[in-house]
């Protein structure tokens, strides 16, 4: 177990006390906490419970934005656990006043993502304020969850009714009732807090003047801050969609079809970072099937080889969504559009046997699905063209399976010279 030399008590804590200390095994300088003098550590005591759920809890949640417990030792008589050093905190940074908007929003959407994660686990913190996140290897994190509570948990005796904790000016209204009783709106409510005070460098005591915002953040801060939990956002991730969808550069709001087609011209014009970027849209906006089927057909050969070459799950991935939308039936034109599309993603993926056996079943269905020669003779000219053997095999078994649509291509197949194994299908 390792053993550490405390040097000095430094402010902070909340009910701990926190002391500045060398992890004697590693020579690294920690934090330590312990409970505070005044506090009952008898067995069993609501005290001694409180700080070992806190050390329990935020040991359990792992996630770059949550301050990592090093170690911890809950028997002894005066538990503590240990922490890294951070370099300061957000209650610091916001002394010399508000900070840009930009990095403010940034620090903000950093700490969603971990209190989304802390919420999924089921964890509440209760008490989150600018002195409770703290700046950790070039990264914000979320400290001290002395307050937090287990959102399954049935306990009451380590919050009763009308005892009201937090730090009041980030604190939600109903903590004041019963503090056992909120739910995640009641972390929203202090986070919108929070974000008033990065803007515009006061504390939202007695509470926050929405008016001083830009008109842009005035909606979501109102949301976060209703009286009412039942009036603000319902879930972090709907809090920072929001406040992303308000701070995105116009570009990356821009319909995805606008999107997309830049993309698709930089792309073309030499700009290959722009190919990654282009696939990793198709992919985000897979549930957009307007667009996809719009727009996917239009990806010449040479993007589909580099988006296969770089990124080949990820191309795999959309050549299988778009797959999934070619299902039923089209216009001609477009059964057309389907044929060639997944002609070209054929030829682009060299490496890729599933890939290639999605897009030559797509082909085939789409032609005999639609009567449509022009995609006979794409899907003949495609097998002639074959010269893997499991790649063979796979096309004289879906010719198997499919006695009609066998029939249906026959005629066009039969204009090529082919494997033995695709003839014998055909008769």
Known sequence: ??????????????????????????????????????????????????????????????????????????????????MPVAEGSLQDYLKSGPIPEGEAISIIIDVLYALE?????GVLHRDLKPAN?????GRWVISDFGLCRNIDSESTTITQANSAIGSIAYMAPEQFDDAHEVAETADIYSMGQILYHCLTGEVP??????????????????RCVAEEPRDRFQSVAEFRRELEFITAPQAEIAPPTTRANELKAKALDGDTESVGTLLELLLDSSDDEIFIKE??????????????????LEFERMVRTYDEYSEGGHPFAYADEIADF????????????????????RIMIVGV???RFYVGEVFSREVSRLTAPEDISYVAEILRDDPAGANFMTPYLRRYSLPRPILRALE
């Open 295 to 312: 727009f996917t057909p239009s990806l010449p050969q040479e993007l589909l080889t580099q988006m296969a070459a770089d990124a080949p």
């Open 1 to 82: 177990m390792a053993r550490f030399r405390k040097i000095e008590q430094i402010p902070g804590g909340g009910y701990g006390a926190v002391w500045r200390a060398i992890n004697l095994s590693t020579g690294d300088e920690v934090v330590m906490k312990f409970p505070l003098d005044a506090l009952d550590m008898a067995p069993g005591s609501e005290d001694r419970r409180r700080f070992e759920r806190e050390a329990r809890y935020q040991s359990l949640l792992k996630h770059p934005g949550i301050m990592p417990i090093i170690a911890m030792n809950l028997k002894r008589e005066k538990p503590f656990f240990a």
């Open 133 to 137: 996140l703290l700046f950790l290897d």
């Open 117 to 121: 994660y802390a919420h999924q686990q």
């Open 342 to 361: 997944f002609a070209r993603a054929l030829t682009a993926a060299k490496h890729s046997r599933p890939v290639r056996h999605v897009s030559l079943n």
């Open 205 to 222: 005591f007695p509470r926050a003047r929405i008016g001083k915002l830009d008109v842009k953040f005035r909606y979501v801060a109102s």
């Open 369 to 371: 699905s639609h009567n």
